[in-house]
């Protein structure tokens, strides 16, 4: 008989009651890094990276590790030259390793691929030489819009072979936001897929692909399921990899600093922001931290449980792993689907040893109980991670105890589109874990807490995280817009007469005594849903934008497992009707202008805002309220019984 699924005291009662945790010796013993070499980068540094650039295997060894004399336009490895698909491909093959399997894939209905290094040279050389067929070019920019599915890292690779940075958009993003970063990107060229299944129902993809590209982009689209049959100025990714089977294209040599990829992401400003990131820095920064933090061995087999289509998925599932030798696991589907035992009979069934996944999924675990990966044997596992927000410390406990079996070092990794790759988190064979905090910045990373003049506050106090020395994986512009990179990263906290560089990234943070961090969340008007960042401009853009509205305010508000939700707050013009039909056509361009994820929870619809006396909105409160926190002082508000109606309204 099935044994009664556990209640939530008795799950409580079982979660690990202390505040610090010893990485367990079992990890110890067989860490990539053992002994603490931060002093050593600090004594050394900017040599110290050198560190990472060993992880590769350069063409051309660089002259000089970093070239600060226009600065914040840094550059590393100046001089040095590499491929980054060579890196991430043919030095596997050539050591001998082509039969080791690169990537495994599983899609959501089950079926499995599996590339080994040499299959998945052959099908990226065929590829790269059937983007050039089509007209690509080095140096152009090639979208990428597909759901999880291994043509996507292979066209990635093939781009890489070639020299023509990648713009990969995430498949959950709409129409318009294609076009919009095509049209940034100057891009010309599409790589995309007819459909795909999610929780089990076909999404016709090409459908929303059609509506995006520009008209003259030349269009590579994969059949799914089946052949796919190409239209006019389209070609079937199929039918060129067949016709340039067995080609071998030469990975061409790249700068260094020259442009591996682009990749959109919001800010608190205009439209989102093309994060350029360079072959030489990006890649050794993507490697090294796989190796020092992730604990990554080409023998490993290892799932990150991100999509592709956000930064995570190209530093750990594609460029990071693949440039160590590991096996990358991809999965296309829904974490439940078609049960919620789905994860964990993955991770069992191809012996998963190092998983990395995102708050919200550990809480939604939660919620979906112990039986699920209790049912399994998860004894491969030997470190888990997370990334994307802060991780409460019941959720970190909870993860600790019934996915690792307490058995694993957690490693929480604070970082973000623009770094390329993990700056503050424990090194899992050498650092204490305390649950909540992400931990000190990692080697060579000088991350501090400041207040507003720019000072280090106190220990425990509350101020915001800069970033005092750059680093190889950091962006180098915003594609086509340097005023925007130094207005955006660098103006707050440098001191440009002194030639002083402080990076900004808009968290909020403090720091304890011994130096560990834990981050607070966004500073600016970004929310965090589910790991995806939103700019709460464009959500506002996109809410007036119908007609009938004449105001909007979006904030995000506290959510049980998407961390933070959309708060639509909005004024309609005179005459128009507040009725639930109205609600849905705001939703409705909201998903049509962003994409579903961004999905506002609640739109509220109000007279008026909260204003200062001098007019400006306070967002803070309308956080406060969506959270169902208690109101701070409202006293400097011109019209204080607005907060009033707006609560009743929440209240459900
Ligand atoms: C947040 C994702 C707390 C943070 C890699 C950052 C985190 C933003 C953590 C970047 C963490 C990421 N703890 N907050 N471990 N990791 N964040 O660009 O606010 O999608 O600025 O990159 O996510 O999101 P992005």
Redesign the pocket.
């Known amino acids: 008989m099935a044994e009664e699924p556990e209640t939530e005291p008795e799950i409580e009662a079982r979660l690990p009651e202390q505040d610090s945790f010893e990485p367990p010796e079992s990890f110890v013993e067989q860490a990539n890094v053992t002994d603490d070499p931060r002093d050593e980068f600090d004594e050394n540094w900017p040599q110290c990276w050198e560190n990472a650039a060993d992880k590769l295997d350069w063409f051309d060894g660089y002259d000089e590790v970093l070239d600060d004399s226009d600065a914040p336009f840094y550059e590393w490895f100046v001089g040095g030259k590499l491929n980054a698909c060579y890196e991430c491909v043919d030095r596997h093959v050539e050591d001998g390793r082509g039969d080791a399997t690169a990537l495994s894939w599983e899609g959501e209905e089950g079926e499995t691929r599996e590339y080994t290094y040499e299959e998945l040279l052959d099908e990226v050389q065929a590829f790269a030489a059937g983007l050039r067929d089509v007209g690509v070019e080095e140096d152009d920019v090639v979208t990428m819009y597909m759901p999880m599915v291994p043509e996507l890292p292979i066209a990635m690779l093939a781009c890489a072979r070639i020299g023509a940075p990648h713009n990969v958009v995430f498949a959950g993003f709409s129409a318009d936001a294609l076009r919009t970063r095509m049209e940034n990107a100057s891009s010309d060229f599409l790589v995309t897929c007819d459909s795909y299944y999610r929780r089990g129902e076909k999404l016709d993809h090409k459908k929303k692909a059609d509506r995006g590209a520009p008209d003259e982009a030349t269009k590579i689209v994969v059949g799914r399921f089946e052949r796919y049959v190409p239209t006019d100025g389209e070609y079937a990714y199929r039918e060129l990899v067949t016709r340039h089977e067995g080609a071998s294209v030469e990975p061409v040599e790249r700068d260094a600093e020259d442009m591996l990829f682009l990749m959109y992401?919001s800010g608190t400003t205009g439209t989102p922001k093309g994060v350029k990131h360079t072959t030489g820095g990006y890649l050794s920064y993507a490697a090294w931290t796989s190796h020092a933090v992730l604990d990554l061995k080409p023998e490993d087999t290892y799932w990150c449980a991100a999509d592709i289509g956000?930064?995570?998925g190209h530093s750990y599932i594609v460029y990071g792993p693949l440039s160590l030798g590991t096996t990358s696991l991809m999965y296309e589907g829904a974490p439940d689907y078609p049960t919620k035992n789905r994860l964990w009979e993955m991770v069992e069934g191809y012996g998963v040893d190092v998983f990395y996944t995102a708050?919200t999924a550990v809480r939604a675990f939660m919620k979906w109980g112990t039986e699920h990966p209790e049912s399994h044997d998860l004894s491969s596992l030997r470190l888990l991670g997370?990334?994307?927000?802060?991780?409460n410390p019941r959720a970190w406990k909870w993860y600790y105890r019934y996915i690792g079996g307490e058995d694993c070092p957690i490693v929480?990794?604070?970082?973000?589109?623009?770094?390329g790759g993990m700056m503050?988190?424990t090194l899992p064979g050498v650092d204490e874990m305390k649950p909540g905090s992400?931990g000190p910045p990692l080697p060579g990373i000088d991350a501090r807490v400041v207040d507003e003049s720019g000072d280090e506050v106190d220990a425990g106090d509350a101020g915001y995280l800069t970033v005092h020395k750059p680093w190889p994986g950091m962006l180098r512009t915003v594609y086509g817009d340097d005023e925007r990179y130094l207005s955006e990263y660098w103006e707050t906290y440098s001191d440009e007469d002194a030639d002083e560089w402080v990076y900004f990234?808009?968290?909020g943070a403090k720091i304890d005594d011994d130096g560990y961090i834990t981050?607070?969340?966004?500073v600016d008007d970004?929310v965090?849903v589910s790991?995806?960042?939103l700019g709460t401009m464009e959500l506002e853009s996109s809410i007036v934008g119908v007609e009938g509205v004449a105001e909007a305010a979006v904030v995000g508000g506290e959510h049980d497992v998407k961390g933070e939700a959309v708060y639509a707050y909005v004024i309609v013009e005179e005459g128009q009707d507040t009725d639930d039909t109205f609600r849905e056509e705001i939703v409705d361009a909201v998903e049509d202008d962003i994409g579903p994820f961004a999905r506002p929870e609640e739109v509220v619809f109000t007279d008026a805002l909260p204003k200062t006396r001098s007019g400006k909105i306070m967002r803070r409160l309308l956080e406060d309220i969506a959270s169902g926190d208690e109101l701070g002082d409202t006293s400097t508000l011109r019209n204080p019984d607005v907060v009033k109606d707006i609560e009743r309204k929440l209240e459900k």
């Open positions: 992401t956000w930064i995570t708050p997370t990334v994307g927000e802060p991780i929480d990794t604070w970082w973000q589109t623009e770094t503050v988190t992400a990234p808009e968290d981050v607070l969340g966004r970004v965090n790991g995806h960042r």
